[in-house]
C-alpha cells in the first residue's frame, strides 16, 4: 500500500528565505507524485507533478520539487518565499497502473513572516 | 467555466440527524473522490467512484455514505452513525488514469451542534 510522509507539520520562515519542504513515500510500484497547496477555507490547488522524465520538475508560484527515487523523497523547495506563500502543503502519491487512490500527507503549514 | 461544485459551504446538523453534501462537476471526469480534512491529519479518503453506479470505500467509510447515479454527481451523506462528523470535507474529480490531477471543490464545513 502506499504511504506519504510529511515530516515538519510546521515551516516558519522569514519572507525572502529559502525554504525546503519534505515529503517521503512508501510503495511498492512505481508512482506518479504530486504537490498541492490548499489556502485557509478552500481546496486544494496543484503546485506540480512527477510523472517521469526529469527529476526536478517546476510548478506555479516559483515552487521547484526534486523527484528522489533512491531516498523515496519528493521535496519541495522555492528560493525566496512571500507572505502569500503562507499556506498549507500537501504531498500526495498514487501508483503507476494500479487503481486511481491519490493518498496525502498530514500536510505542512508554512508561516511566512516579516 | 468548468470546475467542482460543493454546497452548502457551511452546514449545521444537530446530532443524529442524517445530512448529505452535495458535489457536482462539470469536467467530464470519470473519477470523484471525497475526503474528510482535520487539524493534522491531513485529507482521509472515505469513498471514491471511478464509474456511474460504482463506488468503493477509502480508509474512513464507516458512517459515510455515497451514491453516483450520475457521471457529474458524487453526493455524500452523513449518517448518525458517524460518531465524529465535524470537520471540513473536499470533493475532488480527475480523469481515470493515474498520472492526471485531482481537481477540488471549495470544500464544505459541517459542523454538528
Known amino acids: 500500500a502506499q504511504s506519504v510522509t510529511q515530516l515538519d507539520s510546521q515551516v516558519p520562515v522569514f519572507e525572502e528565505a529559502p525554504v525546503e519542504l519534505r515529503c517521503n513515500y512508501s510503495?511498492?510500484?512505481?508512482?506518479?507524485l504530486f504537490w498541492y497547496v490548499q489556502y485557509p477555507n478552500q481546496g486544494l490547488q496543484l503546485l506540480l507533478k512527477y510523472l517521469s522524465g526529469s527529476t526536478l520538475v517546476k510548478g506555479i508560484n516559483g515552487f521547484e520539487a526534486e523527484f528522489n527515487k533512491s531516498q523515496t523523497s519528493f521535496h519541495l523547495r522555492k528560493p525566496s518565499v512571500h507572505i502569500s506563500d503562507t499556506a498549507e502543503y500537501f504531498c500526495?502519491?498514487?501508483?503507476?497502473?494500479?487503481?486511481?487512490?491519490?493518498?496525502f500527507g498530514t500536510g505542512t503549514q508554512l508561516k511566512v513572516e516579516l | 467555466d468548468g470546475g467542482i461544485t460543493q454546497s452548502p459551504k457551511y452546514l449545521f446538523r444537530k446530532e443524529g440527524q442524517n445530512v448529505t453534501l452535495s458535489c457536482e462537476q462539470n469536467?467530464?471526469?470519470?473519477?470523484m473522490y471525497w475526503y474528510r480534512q482535520d487539524p493534522g491529519q491531513g485529507l482521509r479518503l472515505i469513498y471514491y467512484s471511478q464509474i456511474v453506479n460504482d463506488f468503493q470505500k477509502g480508509d474512513i467509510a464507516e458512517g459515510y455514505s455515497v451514491s453516483r447515479e450520475k457521471k457529474e454527481s458524487f453526493p455524500l451523506t452523513v449518517t448518525s452513525a458517524q460518531k465524529n462528523p465535524t470537520a471540513f470535507y473536499l470533493c475532488?474529480?480527475?480523469?481515470?488514469?493515474?498520472?492526471?490531477?485531482?481537481?477540488f471543490g471549495q470544500g464544505t464545513r459541517l459542523t454538528v451542534v
Open positions: 510503495s511498492s510500484v512505481s508512482v506518479y
Open positions: 469536467l467530464n471526469h470519470d473519477a
Open positions: 475532488a474529480s480527475k480523469w481515470v488514469r493515474g498520472d492526471t490531477e485531482a481537481f
Open positions: 500526495a502519491v498514487s501508483e503507476a497502473g494500479g487503481g486511481n487512490k491519490l493518498t
